[in-house]
């Protein structure tokens, strides 16, 4: 085999393998189009968030967590909450965290909440 004919096979290859990468590759396209699915940003989920109250329907977790911070007048803490609600301790933090900064409860002391009247 001479120099000329071992390129000339060497070249065939590599186009043989070009045209298998771009196979592969469309039809890796063809699968990543309908998996995509739209990115939830912090704006999309505050107004996913925010509704409006409940009118004689069914009350919300926070205004069953809200009844019951208001039923006692000294405070009461997150593990009391856990307790009455059933609900784990990530989802009571992040209840209480938007209800302080809403202003429907203060902190009597670190980890007390009371009601705001």
Avoid at 30 to 51: D, F, G, I, Q, S
Avoid at 65 to 88: E, H, W
Wanted: cysteine-free; glycine content about 6%.
């Amino acid at each position: 085999m001479t120099l000329t004919k071992g390129l000339q096979a060497i070249s065939k290859e590599l186009t043989k393998l070009v045209n298998q990468t771009e196979k592969l590759a469309a039809e890796l396209k063809k699968l990543e189009k309908p998996a995509a699915k739209p990115v939830k940003t912090k704006t999309m989920a505050k107004a996913v968030t925010k509704r409006a109250p409940a009118k004689g329907g069914k009350k919300t977790d926070t205004d069953k967590l809200l009844a019951i911070i208001n039923r006692y007048k000294k405070g009461v803490d997150t593990a009391t909450l856990m307790k009455k609600t059933g609900f784990n301790q990530k989802k009571v933090r992040n209840m209480l965290n938007r209800t302080y900064k809403q202003g429907k409860i203060t902190r009597v002391e670190k980890g007390i909440y009371v009601g705001v009247k």
